[in-house]
Structures are given as structure tokens and as C-alpha cells.
């Protein structure tokens, strides 16, 4: 069945990957973003196919616009990390704020369903547990962005709406860019070695929230969006993969964070999620050598000067 979906934080990096499979669908797709000249870009690759909402989230009376004849909700817009540890305030008037307004807006117009974009990071990322998690295991997060994730949870929860809440695992951008984009290495020094992490890929998170508008069974639950089994890996196994989708050789492991791992997540159990949404469609590997291709002929040039900005990269590690 045809419906009107609300889409925020559409053209970001899971949004897109979920304005094109709604539309797949057949539904109708209102996009709520910022209007900046990169959003403004992918925009218009939809032309008159969707309807574009420009405005701040954290105003209540954008909702008065963007509500109109909506069945469905899908929240992804947010603040992540570094910006949600270096700047609070900000994160708690995007995070929190803003999503209490939209439910609020939701219930006062009569709009039911709403599909909430959490993380992983409710769960905290010290890894002195046995996996996998499972969305019964017990909240603790350790950094502002999980804190801000689960006071939406809990808001969720006190309301009346038809709520999903999916949380999402360690989804960065497939498409590397060098000019403003995430080509920032310093964070992989803090991920030890023997790390586990579940990668998942945007486009299936974005499967998950599209196929999620018509799944009346996903109401009421928390599902995970990790890779499966095919996106598992070690600290060691990600950090390398992501250096060759450059053409870097492996760092030595010794410059790495040591002591208990510690990072968004762990493996998890998303039997429950596959089953209900079936998102799952991308292995590590695969994703990988996407980026690979989107890194183009540079690849080979890095990798030809690999040898020398191999030492010049370890250098930067403060666990060296």
C-alpha cells in the first residue's frame, strides 16, 4: 500500500540510500534536511519525485509543514560523534529536543507510525561481555551520543505512538572523499586489535527502515541493523581492509589502543531483525571494494607511495 513518508536527515548518508528504495516502493517521500549547497545537490538528482522540506529540526513549526497527510515517520536526523563529545548542548537540542518536539507534533496531527533511527551506542562500547548483543541487553552508554540516543528511546516509549527503534552498527559512508569528506585516520589508533565489530552498510540500513513502513510486526520491538555474519571482523581485519580500499599497507599492531577493546558495539544476534526486514545485502568484503573504487586511479598512486606513508601514518598514533 501507497503511503506518504516523512523522511529526516534525507540526504545524508543513509537518507539517500532510503529516499530511492521508498520510492522503489511506490511510496510518496517528503525530505526534511538543512538546506545547504550539498543538500541542495542531491535534491535536485530527484527533481519533482519527492517534496523537499528545508528547515531546522530544532524548530517546533516545521513540523506544522512537513506533517501534512504523512502516515509515516522514518527519524534518521542527528548529531554523531566527534561533534556530539565536543559540543553537548548542540547535541541535546538536535538529539533530544528536536526528536521530543517531532513526537509531540506526531501526536497532536494524528500521525501513528514512527520509525526511529538509534545506535548501537545505548549498549556502550567497552567490550567486557560475551556476544553477541541482542536487543534485550542492558543499556550503558559511555559517551554523549549514547546518552542522547537512549533519552530518545525512553521518550519513545512514553508515547502512544506505533514506534521501530533500529539500531544501527558501524555504518560510515562507502564513498571516500578527499576534499571534505572522512579520510581522517587518527580515530583507528583507539580501535585494539582484538576489537570486535560488526560492520552494516548504508544502503542496507536503509533497506531496513523502508521495508520497516510496511512491516506491522517490527511495531513495538528494537531491531538490530548489523552485516551479519559476512561484516564480523577484528579491530585488526577493519582497520586493515579500510587502509587497502586506499592502497595503504597494514599498520603494526603494536601502535593500537591495548587493554580491553572498546568500540560502538560488538557482534550481534539480528536473526529477529533479517527475518522482519530483510536488509541484509552486502558482505564486508564487498562494501570494501566499493570504496576501493571510489578511491579511482588515486588508489594506485597511493598504493605505489605506500611504503613511505606507512611510517608517516604510524606516527600520528599516540599508543606508538
Known sequence: MTKRVLLTGAFGNIGTYTIDYLLERGHEVVCVDRKLPGTEAVAR??????????????????????????????????????????????????????????????????????????????????????????ADSPYRPDDHYGETKLACEKAIHASSLDWSILRISVAPPIEIKFVGGNHDFEMIFDIAVDTRIEYVHPADCALAFANAVGCDEAIGKHLLLGGGPSCQCTGKEFNDAILGAYGIPPLPNHIFKKGTPAFYGDFLDTEESQRLLKFQRHSLEESLSHSRKSVGVLYYVIKLFGPLIRPIMASRSPYR
Open 45 to 134: 538528482r530527484y527533481d519533482q519525485r519527492i517534496k523537499a522540506v528545508w528547515g531546522d529540526i530544532t524548530q517546533p513549526a516545521l513540523w506544522e509543514e512537513a506533517l501534512v497527510g504523512v502516515d509515516v515517520v522514518i527519524h534518521l536526523a542527528a548529531v554523531i560523534p566527534p561533534v556530539t563529545e565536543t559540543n553537548h548542548a548542540l547535541a541535546n537540542k538536535v538529539n533530544v529536543e528536536a526528536t521530543k518536539n517531532l513526537i509531540a507534533a506526531m501526536e497532536k496531527q494524528g500521525v501513528k507510525r514512527f520509525i526511529f533511527a538509534s545506535s548501537v551506542a545505548v549498549y556502550g562500547k567497552l567490550q567486557d561481555r560475551e556476544p553477541p548483543l541482542t
